[in-house]
């Protein structure tokens, strides 16, 4: 098995060709697929693809960038489109100070609403961070002195020391296309560091497409050229690197079901 644990099948480049892009992902070994929503408006379409097919699975939550334009949204609706037996993770959500899309103050307070829904739901938390280690670790240290909740960055691209933090309060770390680029020494030596047991591989596509597709669109069928690089770089069979990958999505996503 092998899981792509952040895609948007949704986004422009996926959606025209939908069923062509999850044909040639299940042709490339890729067995299941966590489709990620980004703004309210897209629950109800992330939903019905994961309730059409059984393996797609659907996150509801908003991106930092669209926070100024969901400033009152509370958790009653993150709650209430949690319950969905297809939804198994809350996000993507947190801070992004490098677009600055959005008031950083607005995306501060909504992160923290995302928090308190997946304490509350037991549904993880996926993390985007950009350009903010400072404040998202800080946050993250903070609601977890209030109450634990299962988390992970995705398309991790942060330092060596937050990598260290976010382990230390036990979040998982998700490796995208971005670390088979050659420029992406840092990346690849924190690769290395990351446990066993809290390692995920995705796509981020339709962006990021890894070394060989480099300038075309992503697909989630390239979720397998990184894992690929990465169990090359951390000296492991594709195989044992696809159970243990697996392994650890579906021991986060508990809702999920092989």
């Known amino acids: 098995m092998l899981i792509d644990s952040h895609c948007h099948l949704n ?16 042709a490339a070994g890729v067995t299941g697929f966590l489709n990620i929503s ?5 629950w109800s379409d992330i939903i019905g693809l994961a309730t059409r097919e059984s393996d797609v699975w ?7 960038h669209e926070a100024d334009a969901h400033a009152d949204l509370g958790a009653a609706a ?13 996000g993507e959500t947190g801070l992004d100070y490098y677009y600055d899309h959005s008031d950083r103050a607005v995306q501060r307070a909504l992160f923290r609403t995302h928090i308190g829904v997946a304490r509350k739901t037991g549904l993880p938390l996926i993390v985007h961070t950009r350009e903010a280690e400072h404040d998202t670790a800080e946050i993250i240290a903070d609601e977890m002195g209030k109450g634990a909740f299962p988390a992970l960055i995705h398309c ?22 971005i670390v088979t680029f ?16 809290r390692l995920l591989v995705e796509t981020d596509a339709p962006f ?39 392994r650890n999505f579906f021991r986060l996503f508990t809702k999920a079901r092989p």
């Open 11 to 26: 986004y422009k480049g996926l959606v025209e060709d939908q069923q062509g892009v999850l044909t040639r992902a299940r």
């Open 38 to 42: 980004t703004r309210q408006r897209e």
């Open 58 to 64: 659907a996150s509801v939550g908003v991106h930092p």
């Open 78 to 90: 993150l709650l209430e489109a949690a319950e969905h037996p297809r939804v198994i993770a809350i």
């Open 156 to 177: 991790f691209t942060a330092s060596a020391d937050f990598a260290r933090k976010m382990l230390d309060l036990g979040l998982t770390i998700s490796l995208s296309g």
């Open 182 to 197: 050659k420029n992406a020494k840092d990346l690849q030596a924190i690769a290395l560091e990351i446990p066993e047991d």
């Open 208 to 246: 990021l497409a890894p070394i060989p597709h480099r300038g075309r669109v992503c697909e989630p069928a390239f979720v397998a050229d990184t894992l690929r690089f990465v169990a090359d770089l951390r000296g492991v069979s594709v195989e044992a690197l696809r159970e243990t990958t697996t």
